[in-house]
């Protein structure tokens, strides 16, 4: 069972260079969301699709974009990356406002 | 105060100690409660839900303080494969219902 699948794994960017990090689940979930993890500042949501055709921001929208492509995948734009974006990025699903699972995580480093 | 605040550790504990961990909130108006693990570079997993009457499951026992407003996680009979870092989340209210809130985490390092 694949659950949630993110895409790239690692990724190296050079400043103002940019990326989509996409994820997809296969568990017929209706919300998603986006999440960063830095050290000593733990897990922070950037932005969420409580259900196919909506987004909202969490705490930690600015220098992002999503998309919620369809009801299986949500994807994260970074337009023009900052070294503050390094990060690791995690993607997440839920049948609505339940339990959430999440992917493996991306690992991004902007130089 | 912050939203969801935990002791951070590192908690360094022999096998087969029992280790408790809190997690406080700020909001009373709360409505879920969980307890995650997770590993080194890997991602959260759910551990357990904590439901009002508190539950167990094998050598875990999450409860819930609403009064006090703070959640907690016992593991009983330490085993080396328990060392990981264990995040407590809060789903909030209302508009707030979809997001979970989640604290930084407490380390734990369970030693031969």
């Known amino acids: 069972n694949a659950g949630v699948t993110q895409t790239p794994k690692f990724q190296v960017l050079k400043t103002g260079q940019s990326m989509t990090l996409q994820c997809a689940q296969d568990?017929?979930?209706?919300?998603m969301y986006w999440y960063r993890q830095d050290p000593g500042m733990g897990l922070r949501l950037i932005y969420y699709?409580?259900?196919?055709?909506?987004?909202d921001k969490g705490e930690v929208p600015n220098g992002y974009n999503v998309s919620r492509l369809n009801k299986r995948e949500f994807s994260l734009r970074l337009e023009s990356a900052a070294p503050s974006q390094t990060s690791v990025y995690f993607c997440?699903?839920?049948?609505?406002?339940?339990?959430?699972?999440f992917g493996a995580g991306t690992r991004l480093s902007v130089l | 105060r912050k939203e969801v605040e935990q002791d951070p550790g590192p908690f360094n504990v022999p096998e087969g100690a029992t280790v408790a961990f809190n997690c406080t909130y700020s909001?009373?108006?709360?409505?879920?409660f969980f307890w995650y693990r997770q590993d080194c570079r890997k991602e959260p997993k759910l551990l357990m839900s904590?439901?009002?009457s508190g539950n167990e499951d094998g050598r875990f026992t999450a409860q819930l303080n609403r009064a006090s407003q703070y959640i907690s996680l016992l593991i009983r009979d330490s085993k080396l494969s328990d060392s990981a870092t264990y995040l407590c989340?809060?789903?909030?209210?209302?508009?707030?219902?979809?997001?979970?809130?989640f604290g930084k985490g407490t380390k734990l390092s369970v030693i031969p």
């Open positions: 568990m017929n979930h209706n919300s």
């Open positions: 699709s409580a259900s196919e055709g909506t987004t």
């Open positions: 909001n009373s108006a709360s409505q879920s």
């Open positions: 989340a809060v789903r909030g209210s209302g508009a707030g219902s979809y997001q979970l809130t």
């Open positions: 904590v439901y009002s």
């Open positions: 997440a699903s839920s049948e609505l406002a339940s339990i959430q699972y």
